[in-house]
């Protein structure tokens, strides 16, 4: 499978969480006042999904982060649309003093909802970390159509359940 190389992509090695953004101009660019680019990144991109609790991914291995990209585009129109994604380390996260609780995701991809965590974090917080991973330089992981098709095809190969209706999947023997 020609895939990304997750490292390069995310400016950062495994392990780290995975946030998906709507737009990659949410996280800004290194150029911006870094102030705005904090405010613009939490308001977008931690849109509160209920009481302060914030849905990401571990990665820990890049078939993780291949099965995470499965997962959240098997809600979405197309396997194949873009992703936009951010990382963060969980030295980060702990830093922040963010709770990162591992619970069920609701993804179409068992793998992905493995390594499904809420993260509860309250606005300062998460302004905190958003200032580290961009002080760092971490850049916006963006998968496109030739980065995912691969990806898809290895879904395919293995009966993931975010590509396609079926019974057994190579994901529920891991």
Known sequence: MATPNVE???????????????????????????????NTAV????RSEGSGTFSMYLVERD????RIAMGLNGNRGSLTESLCLI??????VDD???????SAGTTKCSHA??????LM??????????RAAMT???????????????MVEQAQEDGCRAVEKSEHCACDDE
């Open 8 to 38: 390069q992509m995310l400016g950062l090695a495994p392990p780290f969480f995975v946030r998906k953004l709507v737009r990659a101009s949410h996280w800004g660019a290194a150029a911006d006042d870094i102030q705005q680019r904090v």
């Open 43 to 46: 308001s977008e991109g931690f």
């Open 63 to 66: 078939l993780d982060f291949y």
């Open 87 to 92: 990382g963060f380390s969980p030295q980060e």
């Open 96 to 102: 922040c003093s963010i709770k990162a609780i591992n």
């Open 113 to 118: 909802n493995r390594c499904h965590f809420d």
């Open 121 to 130: 974090a309250t606005k300062g917080q998460l302004d905190e970390l958003c």
């Open 136 to 150: 760092a330089g971490r850049p916006v992981g963006r998968l496109n159509k030739r980065h995912l098709q691969p």
